[in-house]
């Protein structure tokens, strides 16, 4: 069976992310067959850049798809530890590199239209991205979907320190 994440809202993928986890009968895999989250797979048998890059993604995000009653927004605020900064910093300097400063700014606000994040969540992000050095930035290219599904990863993350 062929599964596309992008065809199911958020608790179909947590049911059969459950599904899929070791341990539960349905079988002892430690990740999931890229054919199994809809990659295409070339005659070689392995994923092509981007859909492995994507595959990888999409593995990275499984795990935080447990059935703790996430909502939207999914970070309602930062986590107050090292780590968490480490976290934020290291997300900034990616949408940076990849966007500039506007479209990173753009990127969070976007995201917390789409709800990802709230508006204090936002707020405290363009204010430690305002305190990044600017060099090594992209500006003026703009974000792609993989660009945006790494940065679910991150507020994915954060939320799981929270």
Do not use: C
């Amino acid at each position: 069976m062929t599964i596309n994440p992008r065809d199911y809202d958020l608790d179909e993928l947590r049911k059969m992310a459950k599904q899929q986890r070791p341990g539960n009968g349905m079988g002892d895999e430690e990740t999931l067959d890229p054919a199994e989250l809809g990659m295409a797979m070339d005659e070689g048998g392995d994923a092509p850049a981007g859909d492995s890059f994507r595959a990888g993604l999409y593995r990275e995000l499984l795990p935080f798809l447990g059935s703790d009653g996430t909502e939207k927004p999914y970070l309602a605020a930062l986590p107050e530890n090292y780590a968490a900064e480490f976290v934020v910093f290291e997300w900034l300097e990616f949408l940076l590199m990849h966007s500039g400063y506007q479209g990173a700014e753009e990127a969070l606000d976007y995201y917390e239209d789409i709800d990802w994040i709230t508006d204090d969540v936002q707020s405290s992000l363009s204010d430690y991205l305002r305190g990044i050095d600017e060099s090594g930035t992209n500006d003026g290219a703009s974000l792609d979907v993989d660009d945006h599904m790494l940065s679910l990863v991150y507020v994915a993350k954060l939320h799981s320190m929270a």
